[in-house]
């Protein structure tokens, strides 16, 4: 059953990362995201697994959770004799939070709008029958 709103606040909003609370991000990504803002430059998926120190798998799953929120970018070099491989590089932290800040107004306003026609509700219970 999904956690209400009261109690999640009621926890006092347990996330420290904004990355986790907007993009529901792991422990693991959130370490990819800040070795490839460290590294200010890009990366491959056998760079980031040996600088954090997992296997290559589960860091291309993390990268591709991290490139599927925005918030690594995803580039394809090609070898001149053929064939290519992937780099990825953090992307722009101001763009990152205007992103989770529109997404934030986003779902405050949806939010809104269903107290908004939950009143009406009210409104149509206390209305006399015709």
Same mark, same amino acid.
């Given at each position: 059953m999904p956690r209400s709103l009261r109690d999640q606040l009621a926890d006092?909003?347990?996330?420290?990362?904004?990355?986790?609370?907007?993009? &529901?991000?792991r422990p693991l990504d959130r370490r990819c995201y800040r070795l490839l803002v460290d590294l200010d430059g890009p990366?491959?998926?056998? /760079?980031v697994?040996?600088?954090?120190?997992?296997?290559?798998?589960?860091?291309?799953?993390s990268l591709q959770r991290l490139h599927e929120a925005g918030v690594v970018r995803l580039e394809q070099v090609n070898y001149e004799?053929? &064939?290519?491989y992937h780099v990825y590089t953090a992307a722009d932290a101001g763009a990152i939070a205007h992103e989770m800040q529109r997404t934030?107004? /986003?779902w405050y306003a949806t939010v809104g709008s269903l107290i908004g026609e939950f009143r009406e509700l009210d409104?149509?219970?206390v209305a006399p029958p015709p």
């Open positions: 006092d909003l347990a996330c420290e990362d904004p990355l986790e609370c907007v993009h &529901g991000l990366a491959t998926t056998d /760079e697994a040996a600088a954090v120190g997992r296997e290559r798998s589960t860091v291309y799953r004799q053929g &064939g290519y934030l107004n /986003e409104d149509r219970q």
